[in-house]
């Protein structure tokens, strides 16, 4: 069954504003998702009716917001298909997570000489951490390269392990080229060498169904924010034994078990990686958010967003002088591009004016843009709510930029 | 031959864009402008004088003329460059005093504030401050 985008538009109260006179085209999703009534809902009710912190209180609503707290835990788990909820840590979002593996993985796992390898399109949230970490216990990163189109080498990756290899950290889908990396095949050759895995979900789990166990991925990180969901709150998946044997990253309140001056002993997971009040307002949006999209159907979510990707592409090269960057078969609906001598400061800031919401720049991914020796590109990022007409509205905007910068 | 102040050019380009009501003419009229940027030279086009911004670069070069600064500049985004081409007309060619007294409100009131935002990291906060750096610089060196 189709989608019905117009009925799905009116959940989004903001789509329908306008900006400079202009009904706005916001294609800047990939930066953050827009956020349906209900998880707005959820948010208001939350504070108005039930807010109070969780496991701390006897009282009435200290047990209900801790009850609600595991329930969004039970409905992460449920919509990745971890085993159990043990191995769902709520953190402030994928780079809180990442930051929380490279540090107690690192602690634990890598001494000098180790090596972790990364990609060569990684956002800096899956590449800073691992060479601070790299830098604190003097180990080593090894980068996959990808190719023109986009795809990384894996010819080249399997042939980068050696005994000191400890991790592998790869992004899922890349947020600057759209490429949907064969993560399958990049986790069974790791384990081959017995190494765990870290996918980098972020630009992945809004755009169709994630399943960690078939996956069988080590660890999975996304924001909330960026699956419709609020600011502030993000997952860490980890297998049960591998979360179990890390140290904690932050210490602070609820991740202790005892504690004296002497010593202190750790709470059980998922509790030991979730220090100081958090974000169980953050979670139970979350929630709302993934049983609305789970509501509307993955399947149905990435058919229609993959006919916006056909649609834009294709208007897209029909411009004279305009280059996709990012033309992986598998990719998800993230168009990277530039117009030949038209800088794309110049070319989004017109955009802006004309109520085009797109991103310019590296996109957090600088060793990305050095590879295709560019400072930067324009990029639009769709997604379900996105309609033809509003891809026209881009195509019809970048031609008025190729007239008013003589391209 | 009467030089006009800071403040009588920053008033003559509030006036020259407030014909304008259309944000495109606008832009039109700074990519126009960019054209009278008077650039930087080559020799100078350098790492030393670059002002690195994450949406677009900006070179930046001051030199004494007497006891006036002449600026010269140069960016990889046309608009940037218009906008940095009224910055130079209102600030270069004046002596250290002067630029570094200016309050710049024309910028404001002719909608382009946010491009001097700490936000958007287009090289022309950190250039404008590096503009009145120069002035400090050149001003101590003329009171030696």
């Known amino acids: 069954m189709n989608l019905d985008v117009n009925k799905i538009r009116k959940d989004f109260p903001i789509l329908e504003r306008q900006v400079h006179g202009k009904p706005l085209v916001y294609f800047d999703n990939g930066a953050t998702t827009q956020k349906p009534l209900c998880v707005l809902e959820t948010i208001r009710s939350y504070y108005s009716s039930h807010n109070s912190s969780i496991h701390r209180g006897v009282h009435f609503l200290s047990e209900q917001s801790t009850e609600k707290y595991e329930h969004a835990r039970e409905t992460v788990r449920k919509f990745i298909n971890a085993r159990s909820a043990n191995e769902i840590i709520f953190t402030s979002g994928a780079t809180g997570s990442i930051n929380t593996v490279a540090f107690s993985f690192g602690e634990r796992y890598i001494g000098r000489d180790d090596e972790v390898i990364v990609s060569e399109m990684e956002h800096h949230s899956n590449l800073v951490p691992w060479q601070m970490m790299c830098e604190r216990k003097g180990a080593r990163l090894k980068v996959i390269p990808f190719d023109e189109q986009g795809i990384l080498d894996m010819n080249w990756y399997s042939k980068a392990f050696s005994e000191r290899t400890r991790i592998v950290a790869v992004t899922h889908v890349s947020n600057s080229l759209g490429t949907v990396n064969p993560v399958a095949g990049i986790i069974r050759i790791a384990h081959q060498h017995g190494v765990p895995v870290l996918l980098d979900g972020a630009q992945a789990i809004q755009h169709g169904q994630v399943d960690v166990q078939q996956l069988d991925c080590d660890f999975y990180v996304f924001s909330g924010h960026k699956v419709y969901g609020p600011n502030g709150i993000g997952v860490l998946y980890g297998k049960e034994q591998l979360l179990y044997e890390l140290p904690p990253y932050q210490g602070g309140g609820d991740m202790v078990d005892c504690v004296t001056f002497e010593k202190t002993t750790y709470n059980i997971l998922p509790f030991k990686f979730e220090a100081g009040t958090t974000n169980y307002v953050g979670a139970a949006g979350l929630q709302t958010a993934l049983e609305y999209i789970s509501g509307i159907g993955l399947e149905r979510i990435a058919a229609w967003e993959k006919k916006l990707l056909d649609y834009a592409t294709g208007m897209l090269q029909s411009i004279n002088g305009l280059r996709i960057y990012g033309q992986a078969p598998e990719k998800i609906s993230i168009l990277s591009f530039l117009i030949d001598n038209v800088h794309q400061y110049d070319a989004g800031m017109v955009l802006d004016k004309l109520g085009i919401a797109i991103r310019t720049g590296s996109h957090c991914t600088q060793p990305v843009m050095d590879h295709f020796r560019i400072s930067g590109t324009l990029r639009a990022s769709l997604v379900f709510y996105n309609t033809m007409e509003e891809i026209d509205r881009l195509y019809e905007g970048l031609l008025k930029v190729k007239q008013m910068f003589g391209s | ?144």
């Not at chain 2, 909608?111 to 750096?133: C, F, I, V, Y």
């Open chain 2, 1 to 144: 031959m009467y030089a006009l102040s800071v403040n009588e050019v920053q008033d003559k380009i509030i006036q020259e864009f407030s014909l304008f009501d259309d944000w495109l003419d606008k832009y039109d009229y700074l990519i126009e402008l960019s054209n009278d940027l008077p650039l930087i030279s080559p020799e100078y086009k350098t790492n030393q004088h670059l002002i690195e911004g994450c949406q677009s670069r900006v070179w930046l070069h001051g030199e004494l003329d007497g006891s006036r600064i002449r600026f010269t500049a140069d960016s990889d985004a046309i608009i940037t460059k218009g906008i940095i081409s009224l910055l130079i007309r209102v600030l270069s060619d004046r002596e250290p005093p002067e630029i570094i007294g200016a309050d710049l409100y024309f910028i404001d009131r002719i909608g382009l504030k946010e491009n001097l935002s700490p936000t958007r990291s287009n090289g022309l906060l950190a250039m404008l401050k590096q503009m009145k750096l120069y002035a400090i610089a050149y001003q101590a060196k003329l009171n030696k």
